[in-house]
């Protein structure tokens, strides 16, 4: 069985740099922005050691469970340690003291729903056209987005920072995860525009949003992602 192979090392990596990134939220030290440039490296490497992993044939059964728990951390924890300390931020007088000390821990339910998601990917049987659920990597970014809004105290923090929207946010993410809802996979088996054509137009409008709103674009991009997916497998004209 061999452990290090050059896949491998990419998803240890992708583990270290997850550790790294959970350090700094636990000390909530540094800029949300900043922190993210780690998680988005975890991101690049996530990437590249499934590719890598498949065009040189160094898939293996230890390779998917080092996958997992390198996922585990660093798209998993991660943004339960993110809403934890919006928990934190957020104003606790509309639910009192004793609440206020209890209700952040409620963050890591989404965590918990990430394992879920990991576990069930695991064992299910890959399909190129679709996730089952909306993958732990799309949900950490989402969050991200939610706390670099949040840090720039603008309108949009009040409407945010609060116990009811974090509360929210938390059930919508964690039901996103464990669901069955089949969502677009971006896996093209060929580049061409038929068959492909609703994946080029999410890729294409998202780069626009993001390029003129940045993270304030990233919630209404995973909508359009969602609605977009939902009339793609369960529509009338999906057949």
């Given at each position: 069985?061999?452990?290090?192979?050059?896949?491998?090392?990419?998803?240890?990596?992708?583990?270290?740099?997850?550790?790294?990134?959970?350090?700094?939220?636990?000390?909530?030290?540094?800029?949300?922005?900043?922190i993210?440039?780690?998680?988005?490296?975890?991101?690049?490497?996530?990437?590249?050691?499934?590719?890598?992993?498949?065009?040189?044939?160094?898939?293996?059964?230890?390779?998917?469970?080092?996958?997992?728990?390198?996922?585990?951390?660093?798209?998993g924890?991660?943004?339960?340690?993110?809403?934890?300390?919006?928990?934190i931020?957020?104003?606790?007088?509309?639910?009192?003291?004793?609440?206020?000390?209890?209700?952040?821990?409620?963050?890591?339910?989404?965590?918990?729903?990430?394992?879920?998601?990991?576990?069930?990917?695991?064992?299910?049987?890959?399909?190129?056209?679709?996730?089952?659920?909306?993958p732990?990597?799309a949900?950490?970014?989402?969050?991200?987005?939610?706390?670099?809004?949040?840090?720039?105290?603008?309108?949009?923090?009040?409407?945010?920072?609060?116990?009811s929207?974090?509360?929210?946010?938390?059930?919508?993410?964690?039901?996103?995860?464990?669901?069955?809802?089949?969502?677009?996979?971006?896996?093209?088996?060929?580049?061409?525009?038929?068959?492909?054509?609703?994946r080029?137009?999410?890729?294409?409008?998202?780069?626009?949003?993001?390029y003129?709103l940045?993270?304030?674009?990233?919630?209404?991009?995973?909508?359009?992602?969602?609605?977009v997916?939902?009339f793609?497998?369960?529509?009338k004209t999906s057949?």
């Amino acid at each position: 069985m061999k452990i290090f192979s050059l896949a491998n090392i990419i998803t240890l990596l992708n583990l270290f740099f997850g550790c790294l990134t959970v350090l700094l939220l636990v000390e909530n030290n540094l800029e949300i922005q900043y922190i993210f440039v780690l998680t988005f490296i975890c991101l690049i490497l996530d990437f590249f050691d499934g590719l890598i992993a498949r065009s040189y044939n160094m898939q293996s059964d230890i390779g998917i469970q080092l996958d997992s728990l390198a996922d585990m951390i660093s798209f998993g924890l991660v943004p339960g340690i993110i809403i934890y300390n919006l928990f934190i931020q957020a104003p606790s007088s509309s639910v009192g003291s004793i609440l206020s000390s209890v209700v952040p821990f409620f963050s890591f339910l989404v965590t918990i729903a990430s394992a879920i998601r990991l576990a069930k990917f695991n064992i299910s049987k890959s399909n190129s056209d679709y996730f089952k659920g909306l993958p732990t990597p799309a949900n950490t970014i989402l969050i991200y987005s939610i706390a670099v809004i949040v840090s720039e105290n603008n309108r949009y923090t009040d409407l945010f920072l609060n116990y009811s929207s974090i509360i929210l946010l938390v059930l919508v993410s964690s039901f996103l995860l464990v669901c069955n809802l089949k969502l677009l996979s971006f896996k093209f088996n060929k580049f061409r525009w038929k068959g492909n054509r609703r994946r080029i137009f999410i890729l294409f409008t998202s780069a626009i949003l993001l390029y003129m709103l940045g993270f304030y674009s990233v919630p209404l991009i995973m909508t359009i992602y969602i609605v977009v997916s939902t009339f793609t497998f369960y529509g009338k004209t999906s057949k």
